[in-house]
């Protein structure tokens, strides 16, 4: 039997976070999302993690330490990322306190958003940022672009 094109427990599109420190990293998601470590490939001459993975509720997120002489660069020594990781949790206060209670930059607290999530944002130590948002309610295309407009007729709306 041939082997799937998309490995069982994955989805087409799985962050894979590039971080200076990646081991501290495994632990720190550990206590702020409750990742669950998968597996860990360490260098045997340096420690330093080749590919590790982790599963964060239904999501793999694979990571490796840096390694500039293969363009693995770190937000870290690159000064942020054009990247937001997306999560999704049944309680979004509780688990932007917890991520905040363990390391992260609290960015955005918890609010009631147009588009229908409680949403807020955190950056990790190792200066990924992560929203954190609960769906709360469904809103169709119309509701979302009508709240949307509104939000934007706001001055300062846009910065």
């Known amino acids: 039997m041939p082997a799937k094109a998309i490995p069982e427990g994955f989805t087409s599109i799985t962050p894979h976070l590039i971080i200076k420190g990646a081991a501290k990293a495994l632990d720190f998601?550990?206590?702020?999302?409750?990742?669950?470590?998968v597996m860990r490939l360490a260098c045997d001459q340096t420690g330093a993690l080749m590919h590790a993975e982790i599963?964060?509720?239904?999501?793999?997120?694979m990571l490796a330490d840096e390694f500039p002489s293969m363009g693995a660069i770190s937000p870290?020594?690159?000064?942020?990322?054009?990247?937001?990781?997306?999560?999704?949790?049944?309680?979004v206060d509780a688990a932007f306190k917890k991520a905040v209670a363990a390391g992260a930059t609290g960015v955005m607290p918890p609010?009631?958003?147009?588009?229908?999530?409680?949403?807020?944002?955190?950056?990790?130590?190792?200066?990924?940022t992560w929203s954190i948002a609960t769906h709360t309610r469904d809103v169709t295309p119309q509701e979302c672009k009508a709240a949307m407009a509104a939000m934007m007729s706001q001055p300062g709306s846009c910065n």
Do not use: C
């Not at 998601?29 to 470590?37: D, N, Q, V």
């Not at 870290?76 to 309680?91: F, K």
């Open 111 to 128: 609010m009631d958003m147009f588009w229908g999530d409680r949403y807020s944002k955190v950056t990790d130590p190792f200066g990924h």
């Open 29 to 37: 998601y550990k206590k702020a999302f409750g990742a669950e470590e």
């Open 55 to 61: 599963r964060i509720g239904n999501a793999v997120v």
């Open 76 to 91: 870290s020594t690159l000064g942020g990322s054009g990247v937001t990781i997306h999560l999704y949790v049944q309680d």
